[in-house]
């Protein structure tokens, strides 16, 4: 079936980095994109950034424009996402989540909880 | 950027209906998407293009979209709706989705 498989749960320390991945399975990893998407504690879903299946182009949400990184490995059908320079409030649970051309998030991962602790 | 606004709880009696509202200027003219997230889980895609179900989904899950508000109807609620909603769309002057601020639906 089509699912989309992260990667566990994290601890790191302020000022470090996290990479994040995001295997797909059951569909054709090239025709669509997988977007990032955020919920710290309590909060509501923050969208990140997305990559396309296709050939890698990003687009990224401003507020993580220069400290999030999206790529994706096709061979493996694996998307990655690294954010950089962690601090407190990053904590939160981490989605891949699937958009072909509609405009809509059909399949979501599991989340990664990423916790940042001193 | 375009802004989408919910109710933070919607309460509701077991059998009878939940209306979720989203709010933003002129949404009646924007193709609006709704989420389900059970605490602990993921969300999951309830509708899509305002009023159109993904296989799996009850027809009790309906939605619509005029004027300035898009709404998620559930009838005959069970206790197994408990949830957060999300509406979501595309802004398409950003390129970048938009999420409402989601609702919780509590099941008396």
């Known amino acids: 079936q089509v699912q989309l498989v992260q990667s566990g749960a994290e601890v790191k320390k302020p000022g470090a980095s996290v990479k994040v991945s995001c295997k797909a399975s059951?569909?054709?990893?090239?025709?669509?994109?997988l977007n990032w998407v955020r919920q710290a504690p309590g909060q509501g879903l923050e969208w990140m950034g997305r990559?396309?299946?296709?050939?890698?182009?990003?687009n990224f949400a401003q507020k993580f424009q220069g400290r999030v990184t999206m790529t994706i490995d096709t061979s493996t059908s694996i998307a990655y996402m690294e954010l950089r320079s962690l601090r407190f409030d990053d904590t939160a649970v981490y989605y891949c989540?699937?958009?072909?051309?509609?405009?809509?998030?059909?399949?979501w991962g599991q989340g990664t909880t990423v916790t940042v602790s001193s | 950027s375009y802004v989408l606004t919910q109710p933070p709880s919607v309460s509701v009696a077991p059998g009878k209906t939940a209306r979720i509202t989203c709010g933003g200027n002129n949404i009646g003219s924007k193709s609006v998407h709704w989420y389900q997230q059970r605490p602990g889980q993921a969300p999951v895609l309830v509708v899509y293009?305002?009023?159109d179900r993904p296989s799996g989904i009850p027809e009790r899950f309906s939605g619509s979209n005029s004027g300035n508000t898009a709404t998620l109807t559930i009838s005959r609620v069970e206790a197994g709706d408990e949830a957060d909603f999300y509406c979501?769309?595309?802004?398409?002057?950003?390129?970048?989705?938009?999420f409402g601020g989601g609702t919780t639906l509590t099941v008396l």
């Open positions: 293009y305002n009023t």
């Open positions: 990559i396309s299946g296709y050939n890698g182009n990003t």
């Open positions: 979501q769309l595309w802004d398409s002057s950003s390129d970048h989705p938009v």
């Open positions: 059951g569909y054709s990893f090239t025709s669509y994109g």
């Open positions: 989540t699937r958009r072909g051309l509609p405009p809509f998030f059909d399949i």
